[in-house]
Nanobody, 114 residues
Framework: QVKLVESGGGLARPGGSWRLACAAS????????MSWYRQAPGQERQLGAS????????YYADSVAGRFGISRDNVWNMLYLQMNNLKPEDTAVYYC???????WGQGTQVTVSS
C-alpha cells in the first residue's frame, strides 16, 4: 500500500524560505513522477510543481516558478519542496501526490504571515 507523509509545515515570514518533505513508502518510488499541490482557503487544490522519476525537467506553475524548487532523493524515498521568497498568497495546505497510484498525503499547513 502506497503511503505519503508530508512534514515541515509551519509559520513562515514573507520573503523567507521554508522546506517541505514528503516520505513515500510501499511503492517503487524511483519509478514514477511526483508532484506538490497546494490548496489555499476557499480555493481548489492546484498543482504547484512536479518532477520526473529521475528528477529531470521539473515543472512549476507560474505562481511559484523562480521561487520554489522541487527535488527528490530516490535512495531515501523522499520528495522535497524548497520555497523561497515566500508571499502571503503561498499560505495553503501543501500535498504531495503520486499520480500513478492516485495517492495523496495528508497535507501540511504552511502559513506565510508577518
Amino acid at each position: 500500500q502506497v503511503k505519503l507523509v508530508e512534514s515541515g509545515g509551519g509559520l513562515a515570514r514573507p520573503g523567507g524560505s521554508w522546506r517541505l518533505a514528503c516520505a513515500a513508502s510501499g511503492c517503487p518510488f524511483s519509478s514514477f513522477a511526483m508532484s506538490w499541490y497546494r490548496q489555499a482557503p476557499g480555493q481548489e487544490r492546484q498543482l504547484g510543481a512536479s518532477i520526473t522519476e529521475s528528477g529531470a525537467n521539473p515543472y512549476y506553475a507560474d505562481s511559484v516558478a523562480g521561487r520554489f524548487g522541487i527535488s527528490r532523493d530516490n535512495v531515501w524515498n523522499m520528495l522535497y519542496l524548497q520555497m523561497n521568497n515566500l508571499k502571503p498568497e503561498d499560505t495553503a495546505v501543501y500535498y504531495c501526490y503520486a499520480s500513478r497510484f492516485a495517492t495523496w498525503g495528508q497535507g501540511t499547513q504552511v502559513t506565510v504571515s508577518s
